[in-house]
């Protein structure tokens, strides 16, 4: 019996103990909650201060009117809250005064900068955002090219949300692969590397139709945003780090009649560093698979002479696009390849004397780009229709 | 003028209470007052006593043969004996035909020549005590004694209305054999008897319960069971007290390892296949007289999770259904726990298209999640247990109101969420969809606990309370065999009888948890192929 007693008295001293070291955890209802899908940081009007936008999801509204009553005339599925403030943990909290559930993150999908407050630089408003723990690293970094809180007023047609939208147009990108992808993760990364510049999607407002559009890529100098990749120079920039899903490669045909569009069906590079004579020399390999998807010429591009000088037109094309990124990053001075990282890996001991230098080195680095690229296969037919 | 009754005290009401109790009764009988005389006539004098007021018992004093020399008493129990044996086999032998050998019969000699020359059954013993004598009227045998003799003539003509053999109506079968038990101890042990022709077969009885003296029969196969496993039954039963058993439930809770725990430790069936089955898996059953469930030990968790079918269906079809009931079993103990917890601790788990339908249909609700999930867990259950009980013409009002009010009004006037309303059918569909009813039982009564523990501390609380639940399983013991084997301790080779059934060519020994004293259950080499067929044996891919 006293046996008994004791073990009792130990369980309940134990369940008491395990309740208290659980860390921060709090009973929500869902009704006092609400979800923030997307936030945009922009410059606001007073100096020195912030205006925050986050766009709350209005669970009631999102879906579809029952039984045809209403039609399309309700209010919008969502509602977007701005606030001025000093830092974006007080603005975050002020929020709270014009909303009456409490704001949660988890579900935020996309984080906006606008290009000023990109140019003064994101790392003072970042670090909020990795420090609170209700933030995703998932969530998408954006650039908007004008203010934040317009592309939180895009119309969409198909999605319910303009954010919702953006998230599933930057998840659509590896169609084309023109436009760079990068959540909280991946930009911190390369915001904490010493070399590495950070990059991000970009976003444009259309004037007319105030439809969001993705146009290519932000780039940063340390946090600073210094410029803008167009869609070609992203790829260029994708072939090399290694980010190619699919895509289209257009070129013309052998004979110079018409155009013949390949798709891009595999890929993969690898970034060789290498220092000879003190000066450092990359070579970047870039393989790469692709069908005939499409052919605009006569020709029958399956025939052996034309398929090969196909393939060479391949890998041609895609020379020329990271030739093209190599340029502009160059032009930038900002290493959005990642080649310090690279020679830092390889060379670790000489590396101390390169690192401060880098910004000198990158425009200078000879890269040499080999290409192999292969065709596989030509759709469900060989020739193009046409009369034999 | 109205009377006034002034109350009692009470003393003065103890006094009057013990006065209107003071009118005589029935003294209770001590059979050792008794004793079988030679004296006929005294021994009718007992008999009478002792059945006082007893209408069904039958006291028949005649005389033996055509010339009435020699007296005889006949006693038995209308209802439990067969009349026409009786009158054909009995009294008609013993008062005319006497087969030719009335000349020889003296008053010294009857009882003898009686049981050895004349009465026509099959199956008579002789008794010497009056307790003996008495037992035996009372489980439907006719007591025979002759003028003169001590000694009395107990003659085996049971016979009473009894359920015929049917399907058991708790463990259906699409294939397999449609028997089910009885409640007549006889009809099972020789259903028993039929589905394994082997002397090996044991079946032991015991008489347990001062009033209701009901056999208990204890079956196992000698050459299989473990001895130990034998013994501690045994031991088991024979400790038990009690003046009454009507059920297999009640030797249940007075034999099982761990009387606090909610989970069941010994199975129970009404099919006789099952226990032939588990019989020559080497365990024991225990049969008792009064009702069709068999109970069956030592078990094992996993057994809650076996259908008889099983073993009759397809293998794929049996291995898939057996992980469809282990993935039922954890939907059934925890999905309302898991939805509560998800939807007021943790929404950033749940997808964001999915959280926002849930808030949607929340917005609105005036009580709490996990108030709404006990109230339609408890409605639910209150549904089923009504469905139950109530006759069957008026049980499907029931469903009709449970599905209207619940399913329909509640979410229409916004009581409750249509979310929950689908979580707790779910839940139901899985809690149904186990095979055994009491393992079924248990999961319902700990899902309130997980559920409330969910609703206070979200997933740590069910962790909590998954984490007391497999402490407390994994010391469960079940006549020595831990109740989690095979899993724990890990035996891999059992595992093909657990989540899987493998073909019965792959399954070669019994397991080995029952400690067996045979541990092989078939040949090698049982795979049917083309080289075994030929009867060459060895050419096999064994």
Redesign the interface.
């Known amino acids: 019996m006293q046996k008994f007693r004791k073990n009792t008295v130990t369980i309940i001293f134990l369940?008491i103990v395990?309740?208290g070291i659980?860390g921060c955890?709090?009973?929500?209802?869902?009704?006092t909650?609400a979800?923030v899908?997307g936030l945009g940081i922009d410059k606001a009007r007073e100096p020195g201060k912030l205006q925050l936008t986050a766009q709350i999801?209005k669970?009631?509204e999102?879906?579809a009117p029952e039984a045809g009553g209403g039609g399309m005339g309700g209010s919008k599925p969502y509602w977007n809250i701005s606030q001025i403030g000093n830092t974006v943990f007080s603005t975050v909290r002020a929020m709270t005064l014009k909303s009456n559930r409490k704001l949660?993150f988890?579900?935020n999908?996309v984080i906006i900068f606008s290009q000023d407050i990109a140019r003064e630089g994101v790392r003072k408003y970042i670090d909020f955002l990795i420090r609170d723990p209700?933030f995703?690293r998932l969530a998408w970094i954006v650039v908007a090219k004008d203010k934040a809180s317009e592309v939180l007023e895009t119309k969409t047609e198909l999605a319910k949300l303009p954010a919702?939208n953006i998230a599933e147009l930057i998840k659509a990108r590896s169609a084309t692969s023109e436009v760079s992808a990068v959540n909280m993760q991946e930009f911190l990364t390369r915001l904490m590397s010493k070399t590495t510049a950070p990059i991000a999607s970009l976003i444009e407002v259309s004037a007319k139709e105030k439809t969001a559009q993705l146009t290519g890529t932000a780039v940063f100098k340390d946090d600073k945003l210094v410029g803008f990749l167009n869609k070609t120079e992203t790829r260029g920039l994708l072939w090399v780090i290694n980010e190619i899903k699919s895509g289209i490669i257009t070129v013309s045909c052998p004979d110079g009649k018409g155009k013949a569009s390949l798709e891009i069906i595999q890929a993969s590079s690898k970034i060789k560093p290498e220092i000879k004579d003190n000066d450092i020399h990359i070579t970047v390999e870039v393989k790469a698979e692709g069908h005939l998807g499409s052919q605009m010429c006569l020709e029958d591009l399956t025939q052996i002479p034309a398929w090969n000088s196909l393939e060479k037109r391949q890998s041609e094309a895609i020379r020329s696009e990271v030739l093209a990124a190599l340029k502009k990053a160059r032009q930038l001075n900002a290493d959005i390849f990642g080649f310090g990282e690279a020679v830092h890996k390889k060379y670790s001991r000489l590396w101390k004397d390169i690192e401060d230098q880098w910004d000198e080195f990158f425009p200078n680095i000879e890269v040499t780009v080999k290409v192999e690229s292969k065709l596989r296969r030509s759709g469900l037919t060989v020739k193009p229709p046409r009369p034999e | 003028m109205r009377r006034v009754i002034r109350p009692l005290d009470m003393d003065q009401w103890k006094e009057k209470r013990q006065q209107k109790n003071t009118k005589p009764v029935d003294i209770a009988i001590d059979l050792k007052d008794y004793a079988l005389e030679k004296d006929i006539g005294k021994n009718e004098q007992n008999y009478r006593t002792i059945f006082r007021k007893c209408s069904d018992v039958v006291i028949r004093p005649f005389k033996l043969g055509t010339n009435c020399e020699v007296k005889a008493l006949l006693v038995y129990v209308d209802g439990l004996i067969d009349k026409s044996l009786v009158n054909n086999f009995l009294m008609r032998s013993v008062m005319l035909l006497m087969g030719g050998k009335e000349h020889l019969m003296i008053r010294e000699n009857s009882f003898d020549l009686l049981k050895d020359c004349v009465i026509n059954i099959g199956e008579v013993s002789v008794e010497d005590t009056i307790e003996k004598a008495i037992d035996k009227i009372l489980v439907g045998e006719c007591i025979f004694m002759v003028d003169g003799h001590r000694e009395v003539l107990s003659v085996s003509v049971r016979g009473w209305e009894a359920r015929g053999i049917s399907e058991p109506d708790t463990e259906a079968v699409v294939r397999g054999p449609r028997e089910g038990f009885t409640e007549t101890l006889r009809f099972n042990t020789a259903m028993l008897r039929r589905k394994i022709k082997s002397p090996d077969l044991k079946i032991e009885i015991k008489t347990k319960g001062k009033y209701t003296k009901t056999d208990i029969a204890v079956c196992y196969i000698s050459a299989l069971s473990n001895q130990g496993v034998i013994h501690e039954v045994f031991k088991r039963i024979d400790r038990i007290d009690i003046d009454g058993i009507l059920e297999s439930s009640y030797i249940e809770e007075l034999i099982e390892d761990e009387p606090w725990s909610p989970f069941p430790q010994i199975e129970y069936t009404e099919r006789p296949d099952v226990v032939a089955a588990n019989l020559m898996e080497g365990r024991v059953a225990i049969m008792v007289d009064g009702t069709p469930f068999v109970l069956i030990v030592p078990t094992i968790f996993a057994q809650f999770l076996q259908s008889s079918e099983d073993y009759y269906q397809r293998f794929y079809l049996s291995s898939l259904f057996r992980m469809g009931r282990f993935l039922a079993l954890n939907i059934a103990l925890l999905l309302p726990s898991i939805y509560v917890a998800a939807t007021t601790f943790h929404q950033e788990m749940i997808p964001t298209s999915l959280l926002v339908s849930i808030a949607n249909q929340r917005e609105g609700v005036p009580f709490p999640a996990l108030l709404e999930a006990l109230v339609m867990e408890f409605t639910f259950e209150l549904l089923r247990e009504a469905g139950i009980r109530l006759p069957k013409p008026i049980g499907q009002a029931v469903s009709i109101v449970g599905a209207l009010v619940i399913g329909d009004a509640a979410v229409a006037a916004g009581l409750v969420s249509p979310a929950m309303v689908i979580v707790v059918a779910i839940t139901a569909i899985a809690s149904f969809s186990l095979p055994a009813f009491n393992m079924a039982i248990t999961l319902r009564i700990l899902r309130f606990p997980i559920t409330f523990l969910a609703g206070m501390l979200g997933f740590y609380g069910i962790i909590l309370a998954l984490l007391a639940i497999l402490i407390h399983l994994t010391s469960l013991r079940s006549f020595g065999v831990p109740y989690l084997a095979p899993v724990a301790p890990f035996r891999l080779d059992e595992l093909r009888d657990v989540l899987l059934r493998v073909p019965w060519w792959r399954m070669d020994y019994r397991p080995e948890s029952m400690e067996p004293r045979d541990k092989r259950r078939q040949g090698e080499r049982q795979k049917p192929s083309p080289e075994n067929r030929n009867g060459k044996g060895d050419g096999g891919n064994a």
């Open positions: 369940l395990m309740l659980t955890w709090n009973r929500r209802e869902l009704d909650l979800f899908s999801i669970p009631g999102i879906k949660f988890p579900h999908e209700e995703r919702r």
